[in-house]
């Protein structure tokens, strides 16, 4: 992960986003809704302006934050995501219609562990990204990466959780628990023969997994 005073002098570097996205940066940071730190959803969407997806697929939709970047970043792209809280996924929808995308996101409400049949009939997705609750990764993975394209790529974040997944004594059993689960999700995507995967330590890390086959 990337030393504070370097993650805060990145942030210095990152061009406006607009009143309205700045405005969802607030409002997340002052209700705490869990969405992608600036420095790492810009070099997410760098990643997606080198590989120009169509299509994209969002586990975790929160308030729409990361859908609308994705959308305003990549405008010849749709994106297609699940939120399972329904208070946020109204939020997400209201945000949406406010910055004028909702001919290009679609949020489905619902658990996404639950729903993967309901994308079955959907045409399949350049891009899975996943950034739900980190103890059901692997599960995502499994229902999901048969969605996306061969030679498309799955981008699951938080994968370093605040550098926890190297911490060998965690006192807090619920961090834990969640540390574990990342560290195995994390060797488990390593070993994958189907997969290419590196972990980027940018954000709360980013792995990106690239389908082989």
Known sequence: MLDSHVEDYL??????RGERIEEMERYAKEHEVPIMDLVGMESLLQQLRIVQPKRILEIGAA????AIRMAVALPNATVVTIERDEERYKLALE???LNGLQGRIHVLFGDALELAEKLEEEPPFDVLFIDAAKGQYQRFFDLYSNRV???GIIISDNVLF?????EQEIENKRLRS???KLRTYNKWLMDHSDYETRILPVGDGLAVSIKKR
């Open 63 to 66: 308030i729409g934050y990361s």
């Open 11 to 16: 942030k210095t570097l990152v061009p406006a």
């Open 162 to 166: 605040r550098g926890l997944v190297a």
């Open 149 to 151: 394209n061969i030679g």
């Open 95 to 97: 945000n949406i219609k």
């Open 178 to 180: 969640l540390s574990k």
